[in-house]
């Protein structure tokens, strides 16, 4: 008998719920918070998340049963424990525990990063991946070893997401800034120099993000914009290269929301084509944040037995991934 999983996400903007199995995503069902102005305001995000998830859920179950899918079919509820916001967290794992009391099916509360990396394991013929894991909040080289995904490398202070969207708000861009940097950088005719910030592992953005905005003073959009993605790329690019020779692994697997960004692959396809390893991206919907994601980790979670006590289900918005105790990875 197949097993069956509804997963739903909500640490950030994106609200989202899906219904998979092993082998598929079987129904899926977003509403996304979009602020009028600047970024993400966690409590109106919270408040969007509250407003919505009674329909998004009751969409999903409607679309599944489009499907030939019952309620009786479904094993588990699985959602996001963090990281995240806070206010977005606990909004959505109410909603969880509430699914889950009244289908009666266990709980499983999983981490959104390893999320990210499973549904690219999932998607790609990825199958032990070194993962350049970039988004909002969280910029990350991660690999799989003995029963965790250990971090070789971070930023250490914000994403590379969220150092984009604060140079597009001081450059009068809309939110989200990647997409507009994107567009601009290809536009652009000069190089400018700019702070490459590598530390050992890991890597800083904030001094690049606030170096890109005092270069707006006398440079044109356009440069300062393929200036700051070519030298925030590069950065990220070097640190998963030395992951990758000191893991000994043979694939790249590109994770999060930033993995949208062509010029980002570009330069990890070039990489990877160099040292002869594998390179993957999973196609598009599934970069971001979605309900698919939180769904098929849970399904790995509740296969191997890893369920979560409603009475211990706490979101904790610093949930790293290297905490989190790989369960239903076999080791060779």
């Excluded at 409607?62 to 030939?68: A, D, H, S, T, Y």
């Excluded at 099916?105 to 894991?133: F, Q, S």
Aim: a negative charge.
């Amino acid at each position: 008998m197949e097993t069956i999983v509804i997963g739903i996400e909500g640490t950030a903007w994106n609200l989202s719920a899906a219904i998979v199995n092993e082998t598929d995503v079987l129904a899926e069902v977003t509403e996304t918070y979009s602020p009028k102005t600047g970024g993400i305001h966690p409590r109106e995000a919270a408040q969007h998340h509250a407003t919505y998830a009674a329909g998004v859920i009751r969409d999903l179950l409607e679309e599944g049963k489009k499907n030939g899918l019952k309620a009786s079919n479904i094993n588990a509820v699985a959602f996001s424990l963090g990281p995240g916001l806070g206010p977005c967290l606990r909004t959505v794992a109410t909603a969880a525990r509430m699914l889950a009391l009244s289908l009666d099916v266990p709980l499983v509360g999983v981490n959104h990063c390893v999320a990210h990396v499973e549904i690219g394991k999932w998607k790609t013929p990825a199958r032990d991946p070194v993962v350049l894991y970039v988004s909002g909040a969280n910029s990350q080289v991660l690999a799989y070893r003995a029963g965790r995904y250990r971090v070789f490398g971070e930023t250490l202070d914000i994403g590379i997401g969220n150092a984009f969207d604060k140079f597009a708000r001081s450059a009068g861009l809309s939110h989200p800034g990647g997409p507009k940097i994107e567009e601009y950088a290809r536009n652009a005719d000069t190089y400018v120099p700019l702070p490459y910030v590598v530390k050992g592992m890991d890597f800083s953005f904030s001094g690049l993000s606030t170096a890109a905005t005092d270069a707006l003073k006398s440079n044109p959009i356009e440069d300062v914009c393929y200036s700051y993605q070519e030298t925030a790329f590069a950065m990220l690019v070097e640190v998963t290269e030395r992951a990758l020779a000191h893991t000994g692994k043979g694939e790249v697997l590109l994770a999060g929301g930033v993995g949208a960004n062509m010029r980002l692959r570009e330069m990890l396809d070039i990489m990877c084509d160099d040292r002869g390893a594998s390179f993957y991206v999973p196609e598009k919907r599934f970069m971001g944040d979605n309900g698919a994601m939180i769904a098929y980790l849970g399904l790995l979670m509740f296969k191997a037995g890893s369920v979560t006590d409603i009475g211990k289900s706490h979101v904790n918005p610093n949930f790293r991934p290297d905490d989190v105790d790989v369960t239903w990875i076999t080791e060779d």
